[in-house]
């Protein structure tokens, strides 16, 4: 439990910086509601996740946030590219987890959601 609360700590202090720095490179109304949309389909996911009290899936999910927001950040498309590979990754190991078969899908659904995001 103390790993979970260290990796949620982090996280935590993660998007604190970064929504820093991204009031100081003056995100504009589009970037910023699409950051928005981000925030909230990824929430829709680390809910779903967090239920599972799995540190696989947990680690793979922020993982994947990184990257989204290394994109928002920086602007980089490179990181689109690896947001999806980190999907993958999640997605492989959702599939070779022990939940069932609806919970799987449900988390899948989100992640298409938030997959279709990055597409924007």
Request: aromatic residues 8%; hydrophobic residues 35%; positive net charge.
């Amino acid at each position: 439990m103390a790993t979970l609360a260290k990796i949620d700590s982090l996280a935590s202090d993660y998007l604190k910086g970064f929504l820093a720095a991204a009031r100081i490179q003056g995100e504009g109304k589009r970037e910023g509601r699409r950051y928005g949309e981000f925030r909230a389909k990824a929430h829709e996911v680390e809910a779903a996740v967090q239920g599972m009290k799995s540190l696989q899936l947990e680690r793979d999910y922020l993982e994947f946030r990184r990257n989204e927001k290394d994109y928002l950040l920086r602007g980089d498309v490179s990181y689109i590219t690896t947001a999806r590979s980190s999907i993958a990754v999640f997605r492989t190991h959702l599939e070779r987890s022990p939940l069932d078969r609806s919970t799987k899908s449900s988390i899948g659904a989100l992640l298409d959601d938030y997959t279709k995001l990055l597409d924007g």
